[in-house]
């Protein structure tokens, strides 16, 4: 007896479509992310967590910190990483692949258009005025988040005095990663001095390895410029940690200093498009890539300074679920996650610090952060608003 084909649904058939809808997800809410992610790092984290735990339910608060935390140990730009390890979770291997991708896409494709522009017209398009009242509203975004994270993170009194500590080490300017890794140590010696209290210590305090790296000229293997540029690109993604700042020192050491392909006013202006634009700052290798050598630069460049983070967190994927498995990894975790969280506050004041000027901008942050409180819009609908009073306050100034 026959039976007709596709009259019943398979287990497997379920399973690949639940995969195809998880990967259609991953992808159109990282391409949204990446068109209005506004303010950097911190911003982005912020908008993240607001989409895909308070929004979308895809990961626990506790979940979504322990990635942010564990990101901070890997080279390259850490909230595109978080956005790739965010993929994998839901949609695995190529949930990560689409994440990553599709965040970096609109800041890259942005970039590339104001850089043809530099190079055609010597200038740029002013955007000023649309982030005088973007900011504002990313800066309350931030902050909602932080008070969100604030129970998960802040579990006891002596993580809250170690993110107090970070905070402070932070403002008085201690290089991020030496906060990160003391964080995670002091965390991990105090489970070891309350367990010497209450027993002899047994355990073993294990270190995390932070593969902190030098600065190694690689060789061009085919004489080509565009080689050389893919590779020195390869390189500064393989071994940067910190700020756009720290960017700013390994693009001005290769490609103003060793190689003289551009001058330190273009890089500058590198530099301040790729703030400027949402998204990643490290798109900033796509601008200068095009200075270098036109479209076929600003790809290659944009590949090579990410392709790491993608080979970072596919590796880092194995790790992740199995940090809380032991009451070691579990309190350096939490100390690491304490730190990031006071690093995220710190960003966010100096940003605060320079972008809420007036009444008018301290009036969109506090309304923005209202209706954060309030209401569950999409956080589109702020960065909108925000645009078009800044362009308003322009035109009528």
Same mark, same amino acid.
């Given at each position: 007896?026959?039976?007709?084909?596709? =009259?019943?649904?398979?287990?497997?058939? @379920?399973?690949?479509?639940?995969? !195809?809808?998880?990967? !259609?997800?991953?992808?159109?809410?990282? +391409? %949204?992310?990446?068109?209005?992610?506004?303010?950097?790092? &911190?911003?982005?984290?912020?908008?993240?967590? $607001?989409?895909?735990?308070?929004?979308?339910?895809w990961v626990t608060?506790?979940?979504?910190? $322990?990635?942010?935390?564990?990101?901070?140990?890997?080279?390259?730009?850490?909230?595109?990483?978080?956005?790739?390890?965010?993929?994998?979770?839901?949609?695995? !291997?190529?949930?990560?692949?689409?994440?990553?991708?599709?965040?970096?896409?609109?800041? &890259?494709?942005?970039?590339?258009?104001?850089?043809?522009?530099?190079?055609?017209?010597?200038?740029?398009?002013?955007?000023?005025?649309? #982030?005088?009242?973007?900011?504002?509203?990313?800066?309350?975004?931030?902050?909602?988040?932080?008070?969100?994270?604030?129970?998960?993170?802040? %579990?006891?009194?002596?993580?809250?005095?170690?993110?107090?500590?970070?905070?402070?080490?932070?403002?008085?300017?201690?290089?991020?990663? *030496?906060?990160?890794?003391?964080?995670?140590?002091?965390?991990?010696?105090? *489970?070891? =001095?309350?367990?010497?209290?209450? $027993?002899?210590?047994?355990?073993?305090?294990?270190?995390?390895?932070?593969?902190? /790296?030098?600065?190694?000229?690689?060789?061009?293997?085919?004489? /080509?410029?565009?080689?050389?540029?893919?590779?020195?690109? #390869? %390189?500064?993604?393989?071994?940067?940690? /910190?700020?756009?700042?720290? *960017?700013?020192?390994?693009?001005?050491?290769?490609?103003?200093?060793?190689?003289?392909?551009?001058?330190?006013? @273009?890089?500058? $202006?590198?530099?301040?498009?790729?703030?400027?634009?949402?998204?990643?700052?490290?798109?900033? &290798?796509?601008?200068?890539?095009?200075?270098?050598?036109?479209?076929?630069?600003?790809?290659?460049?944009?590949?090579?300074?990410?392709?790491?983070?993608?080979?970072?967190?596919?590796?880092?994927?194995?790790?992740?679920?199995?940090?809380?498995?032991?009451?070691?990894?579990?309190?350096?975790?939490?100390?690491?996650?304490?730190?990031?969280?006071?690093?995220?506050?710190?960003?966010?004041?100096?940003?605060? !610090?320079?972008?809420?000027?007036?009444?008018?901008?301290a009036a969109i942050?506090?309304?923005? +952060?209202?209706?954060?409180?309030?209401?569950r819009l999409n956080?589109?609908?702020?960065?909108?608003?925000?645009?078009?009073?800044?362009?308003?306050?322009? *035109?009528?100034?």
């Open positions: 007896m026959s039976t007709q084909s596709g =009259a019943v649904s398979e287990p497997g058939d @379920q399973d690949g479509k639940a995969t !195809r809808r998880h990967l !259609r997800e991953v992808t159109l809410v990282f +391409l %949204k992310l990446g068109t209005i992610a506004f303010g950097g790092p &911190a911003a982005h984290t912020a908008m993240m967590r $607001d989409e895909l735990v308070r929004r979308r339910g608060d506790q979940r979504f910190v $322990d990635l942010m935390g564990a990101t901070n140990l890997i080279p390259g730009p850490n909230s595109t990483e978080l956005a790739i390890h965010l993929g994998y979770d839901r949609a695995r !291997r190529r949930g990560l692949v689409a994440a990553g991708v599709c965040f970096i896409l609109p800041a &890259a494709l942005m970039v590339t258009a104001l850089a043809w522009a530099y190079v055609t017209y010597g200038t740029t398009p002013a955007v000023e005025g649309i #982030l005088y009242g973007i900011v504002p509203a990313v800066i309350a975004i931030i902050a909602h988040a932080l008070f969100g994270l604030l129970r998960t993170v802040i %579990k006891n009194v002596r993580l809250g005095v170690l993110a107090i500590a970070a905070l402070a080490a932070y403002l008085l300017g201690v290089n991020e990663l *030496l906060i990160l890794a003391a964080g995670a140590l002091l965390a991990a010696a105090a *489970l070891a =001095a309350r367990r010497a209290r209450r $027993d002899s210590l047994h355990g073993v305090l294990a270190v995390p390895l932070l593969s902190l /790296g030098g600065s190694p000229v690689f060789p061009d293997p085919t004489g /080509g410029q565009l080689a050389q540029l893919f590779l020195t690109m #390869l %390189k500064i993604g393989s071994v940067l940690y /910190g700020s756009g700042y720290v *960017l700013l020192a390994f693009l001005r050491g290769d490609f103003v200093e060793r190689l003289g392909w551009i001058t330190g006013e @273009q890089l500058i $202006d590198a530099v301040s498009i790729g703030q400027v634009t949402p998204g990643p700052v490290f798109t900033t &290798a796509t601008f200068v890539g095009y200075l270098v050598a036109g479209p076929i630069g600003a790809f290659l460049a944009t590949v090579a300074i990410f392709l790491p983070s993608f080979l970072f967190v596919g590796l880092l994927t194995r790790l992740t679920d199995r940090l809380r498995s032991s009451d070691w990894t579990s309190a350096m975790l939490d100390g690491l996650n304490a730190a990031a969280l006071a690093l995220m506050a710190g960003v966010s004041y100096q940003l605060a !610090r320079t972008a809420i000027v007036d009444g008018l901008t942050a506090l309304v923005t +952060l209202v209706l954060l409180w309030k209401t956080n589109a609908w702020y960065i909108a608003a925000g645009a078009l009073i800044g362009l308003a306050h322009t *035109l009528l100034g």
